[in-house]
């Protein structure tokens, strides 16, 4: 596999450009919202103030007024991109997933190699979950405390991914290509290995660990879990 993370990175820009880009794209008809530039810059300057304030008080405590103060953006300014607190959430978590999916390219499987795109599933989901880690790291840890629409959006692409994973792994058996004997355990596992990038970035910066050494030792892994042949 040839996918390294600074590839990945060429390949985000072609297909999305910029998270703001996106966010503003998928948003200006809904929202009536005219300058590209403006609005951005305003997306950027608002979703970054409502990571570092979720990660210093927690998005529960985080108060609109608390939001116009981090950002310098007045509250009348705020209203114009979001009419509360739970929809910053979903255009976050909707965003954050059209990226994904567009990066994952999972409904792209095309069934001839299953271990090979296996191998370029996982290394795609980290290198996503790397360059938009605290996109990753909000909708892990806050969207889940909010409403249960919202959380049964976030659950359905949880479980997306999950069965991704699991079908590739039986493909693999069923093409001889492996003899994994527990798969469900196995792409439980690989799932759990790939919310520990974004979760606990701490415990791999601390060992100088970078995307493309996790990638590489998640992959072998793959190998033994699966017990390719």
């Given at each position: 596999m040839n996918l390294s993370y600074e590839t990945f990175l060429q390949e985000f820009e072609a297909l999305i450009g910029d998270e703001w880009t996106c966010i503003f794209d998928m948003y200006h008809k809904k929202l009536n919202l005219k300058n590209r530039n403006i609005a951005t810059k305003k997306f950027k300057t608002i979703i970054e103030s409502v990571f570092k304030l979720s990660h210093t008080k927690?998005?529960?405590?985080?108060?609109?007024?608390?939001?116009?103060?981090?950002?310098?953006?007045?509250?009348?300014g705020l209203y114009k991109y979001f009419s509360n607190k739970n929809q910053i959430a979903e255009m976050i978590h909707a965003a954050?997933?059209?990226?994904?999916?567009?990066?994952?390219?999972?409904?792209e499987y095309r069934h001839l190699d299953p271990v090979f795109e296996l191998n370029e599933l996982l290394a795609r989901h980290i290198y996503i979950s790397e360059r938009l880690k605290k996109w990753f790291y909000f909708v892990f840890m806050e969207c889940k405390s909010l409403d249960r629409e919202l959380l049964n959006t976030i659950m359905a692409s949880e479980q997306f991914m999950g069965e991704a994973i699991l079908e590739r792994i039986l493909d693999a058996n069923k093409q001889n290509l492996s003899q994994c004997t527990n798969p469900d355990f196995v792409s439980a596992m690989l799932k759990a290995?790939?919310?520990?990038?974004?979760?606990?970035?701490?415990?791999?910066?601390?060992?100088?660990?970078?995307?493309d050494q996790y990638v590489a030792n998640l992959l072998l892994s793959v190998y033994q879990l699966i017990q390719v042949k």
């Open positions: 927690g998005f529960q405590a985080m108060t609109l007024r608390d939001l116009s103060q981090e950002s310098g953006i007045s509250m009348g954050m997933i059209h990226m994904a999916e567009t990066c994952l390219k999972i409904k290995m790939l919310q520990d990038w974004y979760l606990k970035t701490w415990k791999y910066q601390q060992k100088n660990i970078n995307a």
